[in-house]
């Protein structure tokens, strides 16, 4: 029997276990979760024979080292900057391991000791980073192979409520961590390229600076761009593409209204508000705001934000009870960022019932007989209840692929990698749309980069 570790089991691992699960007796498996918190996972094995759910301290030395050596192969499920111990376990009892996480400067230089031992450690193969590698890279070769020249590719993706769970005026719920959706965009200037030119939206301006695009069946969305879009240009081989942008979705309307927190301070994360377990949350609004005497909170808010009486980013404010001098922040020396978030979760947490949606876009421009063209590429999942969300099939499904494909060796080259090869993502990607996550892609004829507001 080939004994799976998957070590943690949060919100993202219920498609992942499932998925082992349903293979365990064909593909001879056990799987055993570790975490610090078992209740989770062990309400996903719901008592099957061929999985164990155990407490897993990763910071435990001996117990982590003794659940590693034991295993065939190594999940880690845990946050990015913890899976650096992990794999230097990996490494000392030559075990491969798959990550969802972006490839840390700490894991890259790891490369020559895992080639040295013929070992796999695939990262960045979730979602957004993961699938938006695969599809895009599987189109991109597709139009290389056929003699094509690419000069522009966009790709943007979005976790959102799913439409028959979208019921406030932000359109918006946390679907993944908040923590993330409330400090995006910080730490440096987005930079991307344009027509051959290098661009820069400093974070001040990011929510200002969006870009519209339609998904058939599912209307308009907008993105504003990552902090760094030219991550990949080399690892894609798009050295000499004119145009690469890459952005995060959402729905329209919503980043000029995120954008009021920005102006205000209300996102940063670098101090703390002090005394700010005793706020109300109309004291941190007012917290932001010029001193009167006289001129109520929601007066300074509009004049300070040039908020007009009929403009709708008003009624998304009031919607959220920002103003409420009853509710408490109840933060002990929270920093403005973690005091937004706690405010946000009162309305952006989803109800029991509520469904999610991953949505990805991709635009392929190239040429090709000195003709442009262009292919629109996109994805739309929805999730199925609270504990299979399409966060957790789209993160879970192709983690459990490729772990399955190493497995099996079918994934074969050693090394710190991202699923970027043939090798890797057609039948990964295969599978992927056998259980319902697919692209649809069509030509179109040639726009060239079409920026509106960028």
């Not at 670098?270 to 007012?286: G, K, L, Q």
Request: proline residues 3%.
């Amino acid at each position: 029997m080939r004994n799976i570790l998957v070590i943690g089991s949060g919100k993202s691992t219920s498609y992942l276990i499932k998925y082992l699960l349903d293979k365990s007796e064909t593909e001879n498996l056990f799987i055993t979760i570790g975490d610090i918190n078992i209740n989770h996972a062990s309400k996903i094995i719901n008592n099957h024979i061929r999985a164990k759910a155990i407490i897993l301290d990763i910071f435990d030395l001996d117990s982590r080292k003794e659940a590693i050596k034991n295993a065939d192969i190594i999940i880690s499920m845990l946050p990015a900057r913890l899976h650096i111990d992990v794999v230097k376990d990996c490494i000392e009892f030559g075990k491969n391991m798959v990550t969802a996480s972006y490839i840390s400067p700490e894991m890259e230089a790891l490369n020559d000791k895992a080639i040295e031992k013929g070992l796999i450690f695939m990262n960045e193969i979730g979602v957004d980073p993961g699938i938006d590698h695969m599809s895009a890279m599987k189109v991109i070769d597709s139009i290389r192979a056929n003699g094509g020249k690419m000069i522009l590719f966009e790709s943007f993706t979005g976790g959102l409520v799913a439409p028959e769970s979208d019921n406030n005026l932000w359109n918006y719920k946390f679907t993944w961590n908040p923590r993330n959706v409330v400090v995006a965009g910080q730490g440096g200037a987005a930079k991307f390229l344009q027509e051959g030119t290098y661009k820069y939206i400093p974070y001040h301006r990011l929510f200002r600076r969006t870009e519209f695009l339609d998904i058939e069946d599912y209307g308009r969305f907008e993105v504003y761009a990552n902090r760094d879009s030219l991550k990949y240009q080399h690892v894609y081989g798009l050295d000499s593409i004119k145009t690469l942008y890459r952005g995060t979705m959402r729905r329209v309307g919503f980043s000029r209204a995120w954008n009021m927190f920005v102006m205000l301070g209300m996102t940063d994360d670098s101090y703390i508000i002090d005394d700010s377990e005793n706020m109300s949350y109309r004291d941190f609004v007012n917290a932001f705001l010029p001193y009167s005497p006289s001129d109520s909170v929601e007066l300074k808010f509009r004049h300070t934000l040039k908020i007009d009486q009929d403009d709708i980013v008003w009624d998304k404010l009031l919607e959220l009870d920002i103003f409420n001098s009853k509710k408490m922040v109840e933060l002990k020396k929270a920093t403005p960022a973690q005091i937004l978030q706690k405010i946000l979760m009162d309305s952006w947490t989803l109800d029991k019932d509520d469904k999610d949606m991953i949505v990805m876009y991709h635009k392929f421009g190239y040429e090709l007989n000195g003709k442009n063209y262009q292919i629109d590429s996109t994805m739309v999942t929805l999730g199925d209840d609270q504990t299979y969300t399409a966060m957790a099939k789209t993160v879970g499904l192709p983690v459990a692929s490729a772990t399955l494909a190493i497995l099996n060796g079918k994934i074969t080259t050693p090394g710190v990698q991202i699923p970027i090869t043939k090798e890797v993502y057609e039948p990964i990607l295969k599978e992927l749309a056998d259980s319902g996550i697919l692209f649809k892609e069509k030509e179109v004829p040639y726009h060239g980069y079409n920026p509106l507001n960028i």
